[in-house]
């Protein structure tokens, strides 16, 4: 040991110091690492969780994006898509779950999607870069499923101010109870967007399906059925081909525990005969969950993907 003079004290040796010096790097970097875990977990608490909008219509919007087409100053296509986000710390998307039928390749540079929350004429809105849709099935006797994945020229904001919200998407298979609560949205479809209070949607159970595959050609391998009304306490089941509503790519939102999932893709409605005089009307949806690792794989690898189709 060395003993200094000038004030009594025992200083270290060089060997000493060497296991001080290591000692006190090792602590700083503990403690750099503890800060930027601490900075990665509020930035992580702060960025958007999916499917978290209020119980109520107008919070449900938050999801929502309108994908419109003008060509020559003239409007001549509309459909509705959600955001969805990769990871849980996303803070913007530049991904829109759509329908197949919403856009034909030669109306990709002439679409437009804007935020329906911040939705304006001449408001700012996002182009598309690039559709991912399924063209065909391994087995042939499969239908088509009825969904796209968008990717956008530039982000939309996932932050709290901005209050865009990305919907989730569901991890088991859709679970039949008589208390689950599904909604489509109502957006007019006439010269100027409306938006309504949104459909409910009661989601019949297969052994409720109409039965003749001749009459009713409906996958319960990928399709759901479901009865449409205006509201929870209306009986009176709607016709969604004969509303003017925008129904292309709407989304079929189920709340699960206080979070909306979307659980499909409105297809069509199919107009089952009930009795010689009775036609009940039966909204189709593209069920979301069989295709979930699909969607995720593309949305993942979009931008290494050349191919605009996918066989599934």
Not at 275 to 295: C, D, H, L, R
Request: proline share 5%.
């Amino acid at each position: 040991m060395i003993v200094s003079k000038s004030e009594d004290l025992i200083l270290p040796s060089t060997e000493n110091w060497n296991m001080l010096f290591t000692f006190s790097c090792r602590k700083r970097i503990i403690i750099i690492l503890s800060l930027v875990l601490v900075e990665f977990n509020l930035e992580r608490c702060s960025s958007a969780e999916c499917g978290i909008a209020e119980d109520n219509d107008d919070a449900r919007l938050s999801y929502l994006v309108l994908i419109y087409g003008i060509k020559d100053n003239i409007f001549y296509k509309s459909c509705i898509g959600t955001m969805i986000k990769l990871t849980f710390n996303d803070s913007f998307s530049d991904f829109i779950l759509t329908s197949r039928t919403c856009l034909e390749k030669e109306d990709l540079y002439s679409s437009r999607v804007s935020e329906t929350l911040h939705f304006s004429w001449y408001g700012p809105t996002h182009g598309i870069l690039k559709v991912i849709e399924p063209v065909s099935m391994t087995e042939k006797s499969d239908r088509i499923p009825n969904f796209a994945i968008l990717k956008l020229r530039t982000m939309i904001s996932l932050k709290d101010e901005d209050g865009n919200i990305p919907v989730c998407l569901p991890e088991e298979k859709f679970p039949h109870s008589a208390d689950m609560e599904c909604y489509m949205p109502h957006i007019s479809s006439e010269v100027h967007f409306t938006f309504q209070p949104f459909f409910k949607i009661k989601i019949l159970p297969p052994n409720e399906w109409p039965t003749h595959p001749a009459h009713f050609p409906v996958s319960k391998k990928s399709q759901f059925c479901g009865i449409c009304t205006s509201s929870a306490s209306n009986n009176i089941t709607i016709d969604l081909e004969k509303h003017k509503v925008v129904t292309e790519g709407a989304p079929l939102l189920c709340r699960i525990n206080n979070t909306d999932y979307q659980y499909g893709i409105y297809d069509w409605t199919k107009l089952h005969k009930v009795s010689k005089n009775t036609s009940q009307p039966i909204a189709i949806f593209t069920e979301i969950y069989p295709f979930i690792t699909v969607v995720n794989f593309f949305a993942s690898n979009m931008t290494d993907i050349s191919s605009e189709s996918i066989i599934l």
